[in-house]
């Protein structure tokens, strides 16, 4: 490590109107370091790393380059400083080819032409870098999350930085995917670049971060060698308590609660095959399975958000049809989609309209609004989910993650759901918010709620779970329950390792819990 940082913050501060988010913040990174930047949602992370990059101003404080003061006008500026960002939210160009992006702003020419065949070349390479196996003349629209997040490294890789400055780089990868990330990272070190990444998985701040810096309430509150501090020490600094107890105690009678959803036959097209299982009163049944498996399109047809087919559904023992989400709702059947940006809230919108946007007519009037019941839910909203928010009237996009999450999850809850279906529940949510979102979600089984939890996180899968479905290549490959819910027991079962999907008449004879 070099005597002077490469890229230094002092005593920064940042205003939003009235509002102060960054208080005196400082932060150093040096060449051939893995620095990571951890803390609560809220805490002032992404700001840091905003001003860090020239996305933002500071309103008061230095960023030193060099060890010279700096003044960083845009991301561009940043760029051509050789700090490049690697966003949790793809700042990718849709409609352009995979290529275009990687070159966006930079092409390749050959006098007054775009050198394409040169572009694509070297686009190839830095794809391979990561092992990301797309065509770059593929639109990246087409993509799939992980491969738009795999662009995105490629991207940066292809930037040269002095520094990367990566915002949880493997909230939408695979683990496989992750591994060849952290390849390139160490890489990166090793040939001298400083880089800043946030995570909230603690394992990965653990097993590449040379320093840890720990935020919360827009202060640092630790800087410090990553190798003296455990996980838990990581995760009590960034919430200021102890979170070594993150699942709530599971319940010993659910499997004799009354079964309040049988389905038999679910299919999805393409997606999902003859699917069959019970959810009982009380219960948070898990699904898991490896991406691609068909997890969240089996759910949404289930919901009527995917054109499907159904062979005998019941609700509370009557039959039901569902053909549409309203349907789903008018049945108290709630979806709560893993995509809160773009799928669940209204980014430039406020807090109000988006808790009571999906009930407006049944709880808040069907011609007139009835405004100031609407503020009283949402005052009730922020009590009961833990909201924070500088003003009530902030958008929704400027709220962290973490209290968009909970804004999502008092929408869905303002429906009154009999059964609640909640995809990737905390995705990109620090450990703090993981562990009310888990308090939140077993008291509501245990006032009577049944749950469908789809989850890619195996911890959560086998700390909240009362009973796990796994599914694999759209077909349901086995259920596990109690003590049977185990990392390899999933694991198995979504690989096909000694395992055949499972008949009806099979998994009846050996799940007395009758999970088909």
Known sequence: MSARPRLALKDIRRSFGPIEVLHGVGLELYAGEVHALIGENGAGKSTTMKILAG????????????GAP?????????????????????NLAEQLTVEQNIFLGREIRRGLLADRAEMRRQAREYLAMVRCEVDPATPVSRLSNSDKQMVE???????????LVMDEPTAVLTNAEAAILFEQVSRLRDAGTAILFTSHKLDEVSLLADRVTVMRDGAVVHCGPARELSEDDMATKMVGRDVSDLFPEKPEAVAEGEVVLRVQG??????????AFELRRGEI????????AGRTEAMEGLCGLRTASID????????VKMRSPAD???????????DRKLKGLLLDW?????????????????????????EVALTSAIAEFDIRAGARSVKVGNLSGGNQQKLLLAKTMLADPKILVIDEPTRGIDIGTKQQIYAFLRALAAKGHAIIMISSEMQESIGLADRVLVLRQGRLAGALSGENITEDAIVKLAMGVGAKPLTRAATAENNPMGAI
């Not at 049944?285 to 691609?292: P, V, Y």
């Not at 807090?351 to 609407?374: H, I």
């Open 350 to 374: 406020g807090m109000r309209p988006n808790l009571t946007l999906q009930t407006l007519a049944e709880k808040f009037g069907p011609v007139f609004t009835k405004t100031a019941d609407e």
């Open 55 to 66: 996305y933002q101003p500071p309103t008061s404080g230095e960023v030193l380059l060099d």
């Open 285 to 292: 049944l898990g699904i898991a399975g490896l991406i691609g």
């Open 266 to 275: 679910l299919s999805v097209p393409r997606f999902a095959h003859d699917i």
């Open 153 to 163: 490294i490629a991207k940066a890789l292809s930037r040269k930085a002095r520094v």
């Open 328 to 338: 789903a709702l008018r049945h108290g059947l709630c979806y709560l989609t893993e």
């Open 70 to 90: 700096v003044a960083f006008k845009s991301l561009h500026d940043g760029e051509e400083a050789g700090i490049v960002m690697i966003h949790q939210e793809f």
């Open 312 to 319: 005998a559904l019941e609700i509370l023992g009557k039959p």
